[in-house]
């Protein structure tokens, strides 16, 4: 018996401590970590991580898969809870604090601001719970215009300042930039903004390799005279800071975002570059063979440059992996062994979530590792394939392999991108990347040396990109798709493998199928006769979207700062695309004011709704009156205003806009931001009109509003608060959420629970708070309660969010 349990264990397949199996593993106890509503407790990860060790130190044993899972989440865990614990304390929220420190990375220079990141030093001269810590600040212009100094700001530069700081808080809604995640990943400590009234001073200018970047994009933009300079600048050094939004829409509507950016691919080519010149110079040069091997020298230089070039496109992720691939290449070269392209790919995974396993927070972990992967296993050996073959077969790999990832992380799939990838990717990654590079190089060595072939890169741009714009302008370049179910991802993957197995595997196309829950989810549309809102977390604003059975209406936009925050395109577009809405029927603003109808302009934009309602004397692009009497029905709902009538004076908030949806299942109220006056008005106008199942309390909940006859005759089950978090007017104000309160309402607010999306069915209505549904461990208003409101005097805080 023990003989044939030896020749058991002798013929068993082993497990490499860091092969295919272990990565994978390891990978997906980080992702799992993640994936938790809370923060492990520090003892279990501890032990979870020794348990996790001891496992994966075994040798050619299936428990190292195991024990590589382990390991996975117990470091993650502990990574978490420490980027949390460096976090603002509670003590300092909102304080002015005296700071010295270096600028980090490149400064973004806006109309009316300049956001950069920020470096604590760690003397004593700081706080000490700022003390070498990660900030991200703003520096706004005051009411006196433009204030140059902040154009000192530049990468590198040391300062010393004043700044108002609090711990990173954002916005939850369906389809939204997480920046509470992003913060965490990045371990930002806290975000403000300077006091510029006071004493600020730059004590050192910029040093360091981001010194240098900002110094190599200021050439560029010298040297290159045309719009071309911007794309120039991100293909050479990775600055993207001049590409506008709507050069991000062309890119994603044709599936390029991956190369404008500095990519792997790129960081091989200057990998290949310095080894052929190693191997140039060592063939020049026999005698260095004598003392070093030429294939050992070649792949030394080829680490070396391809790391140099990596520190210039400032460490970006797929740019790590390609230095740790080459790396691990480098290694068995100098070993002698013979090594694949899957275990080198393996090491870097397993390298990279070792050092820190947060960055499978990253779309670019995923994409990267998850691209690669795809042709490894797919395209194993493409030579003396023609290269026209082989650049359709890895396309058709890469779109259908990366297409589940790029739905589940950025709800859209670019129907143009196999045709704009085929032509960009020789192109721009044969021609335009290296002559960008080459200029950077020239430059690098002599003051204008690089001009000529940035300018060079430029025309090269210039001849592709109406192609591209020409195929982003389609209607049907860029498919947007609703947020799927969790088992969407794990089926499409299983569907792009299944397509992907060889000819002659029976039943291939079957797999199409399995694509259904991720392409057309459900989008849970009301019954027809119900209602279903969702308020918007805008911020210091309002945005409700109002949806029957097969229409939505949109009830205000959101706010928008001229130059910066605009709600409507960073959270109403996003929203609506996640929520599976494909059109808008009609959008009512309430009236005029900023934090209402800031965000009009980009939803308009993108969804053209054919008729907009707002107070007749407000001046909104394209809309018609708002009048009292005016009514609609859509799917067994009716849309009516009650407020105001044809002769009401033009009185901005007053004036607002009243909707009242009406529904056999119940009604809802919307009533902008009318005060007490109005509201008294309505109900001596008609009392009986004004009962609702669900009110959006009037003014974001001032005190200016809910008047207790108005509360009374509303009579409501939920009274909705629509306000910023900690905004400076202190909305929802006390006194208003008590009436209602004692008017029997439960009172969600927009501010500590998310998006609030309810539903008013034939059973009731159901009200659900985007953070508690989608509870994540890094949750800023689960970790820290909500302190009272605070009055900050900067008067355009409330619309920038994190």
Not at 323 to 328: G, H, N, P, Y
Request: proline residues 6%.
């Amino acid at each position: 018996m023990r003989a044939m349990t030896r020749t058991k264990e002798a013929t068993a397949a082993p497990v490499p401590a860091a092969g295919l199996a272990t990565a994978a593993a390891l990978v997906a106890g980080a992702a799992a970590c993640l994936r938790l509503p809370g923060l492990l407790p520090p003892l279990g990860s501890g032990l979870l991580l020794l348990l996790g060790l001891a496992l994966w130190w075994r040798p050619r044993s299936a428990a190292r898969v195991v024990g590589a899972a382990l390991v996975g989440l117990a470091l993650c865990g502990l990574h978490a809870a420490h980027a949390l614990s460096l976090q603002l304390p509670p003590s300092l929220q909102r304080a002015d604090v005296a700071l010295r420190g270096q600028v980090v990375q490149l400064p973004r220079h806006e109309a009316q601001q300049t956001r950069f990141m920020f470096r604590v030093d760690g003397d004593a001269a700081n706080p000490a719970p700022l003390r070498g810590r990660l900030l991200r600040l703003a520096w706004y212009d005051g009411r006196e215009g433009v204030d140059p100094r902040r154009f000192d700001l530049t990468a590198g530069s040391h300062w010393t300042f004043t700044a108002r700081v609090r711990a990173p808080r954002g916005l939850r809604n369906p389809g939204w930039f997480d920046s509470e995640k992003h913060a965490m990943a990045q371990r930002i400590a806290a975000v403000g903004y300077l006091r510029s009234h006071e004493a600020l001073a730059r004590t050192a200018a910029g040093t360091g390799i981001d010194a240098w970047r900002d110094v190599m994009a200021t050439r560029i933009e010298a040297s290159v005279d045309h719009e071309a300079a911007r794309y120039v600048r991100a293909l050479a050094i990775g600055d993207t800071r001049q590409l506008t939004d709507e050069d991000w829409e062309a890119l994603r509507a044709t599936g390029l975002t991956h190369l404008i950016a500095i990519s792997g691919f790129h960081v091989g080519i200057v990998g290949a570059f310095f080894a052929l010149v190693a191997s140039a110079l060592w063939w020049l040069l026999p005698g260095f063979g004598r003392r070093v091997p030429r294939p050992q020298a070649a792949a030394i230089v080829a680490l070396l440059g391809a790391t140099g070039y990596a520190a210039v496109a400032g460490w970006e992720l797929p740019t790590v992996r390609t230095v740790l691939m080459i790396a691990v290449v480098v290694v068995m070269r100098l070993a002698r062994r013979q090594l694949r392209i899957a275990d080198s790919l393996a090491y870097a995974a397993v390298a990279v979530v070792l050092v820190d396993p947060m960055s499978v927070l990253s779309a670019g972990f995923w994409l990267s590792f998850a691209g690669v992967a795809w042709l490894v296993w797919c395209l194993p050996d493409a030579h003396g394939q023609a290269w026209w073959r082989g650049l359709l077969a890895s396309q058709w790999v890469a779109t259908l392999g990366l297409l589940p990832l790029t739905v589940v992380l950025f709800g859209q799939a670019s129907l143009a991108g196999p045709v704009a990838n085929l032509v960009a990717i020789p192109w721009w990654s044969l021609v335009v990347v290296p002559l960008s590079l080459v200029g950077t190089g020239l430059e690098a060595v002599h003051r204008g040396a690089g001009a000529w072939a940035w300018q060079l890169a430029a025309r090269a741009f210039d001849a592709s990109w109406p192609l591209f714009e020409w195929l982003a302008a389609s209607p049907f370049a860029l498919w947007w798709l609703p947020e799927p179910s969790w088992f969407a991802l794990p089926l499409a993957l299983l569907a792009a493998f299944w397509l992907l197995l060889p000819r002659g595997v029976p039943g291939r196309w079957l797999a199409a199928l399995l694509w259904l829950p991720l392409l057309w989810p459900d989008r849970q549309l009301p019954r027809a006769g119900e209602v279903e809102l969702v308020v918007l977390d805008v911020g210091q604003g309002l945005s409700v979207l109002v949806r029957t059975a097969r229409h939505a209406v949109l009830y205000d936009a959101g706010p928008a700062v001229p130059d910066g925050y605009d709600a409507g395109e960073r959270v109403v577009v996003p929203a609506l695309h996640a929520l599976g809405v494909r059109r808008l029927d009609a959008i009512v603003i309430s009236h005029a004011d900023a934090d209402h109808v800031g965000g009009y302009a980009a939803v308009q934009r993108r969804f053209a709704a054919p008729v907009v309602f707002a107070p007749r004397h407000d001046d909104v692009a394209g809309s018609v009156p708002c009048l009292l009497g005016g009514h609609w029905h859509a799917d067994g709902v009716t849309f009516r205003f009650l407020h105001p009538d044809l002769h009401f004076p033009a009185f901005r908030n007053p004036s607002s806009c009243v909707l009242r949806v009406e529904s056999a299942s119940g009604v809802a109220l919307l009533p902008g931001d009318v005060d007490a006056v109005v509201e008294r008005l309505l109900v001596h106008r008609n009392a009986r009109r004004l009962r609702a199942d669900v009110v959006v309390a009037a003014h974001h909940g001032s005190e200016g509003s809910s008047d207790p006859a108005f509360v009374a005759a509303v009579d409501a089950d939920h009274a909705v608060m629509s306000a910023g978090h900690q905004n400076r007017f202190g909305h929802p104000q006390a006194g208003a959420v008590t009436r209602w309160r004692r008017g029997g309402a439960e009172v969600p607010e927009t501010a500590g629970q998310g998006a609030l999306r309810i539903r008013i069915t034939r059973d009731g209505v159901v009200v659900e708070g985007r953070r508690d549904t989608h509870r994540r461990l890094w949750d800023a208003a689960r970790r820290t309660p909500a302190p009272a409101a605070e009055i900050d005097g900067n008067a355009t805080l409330s619309y920038r969010p994190d």
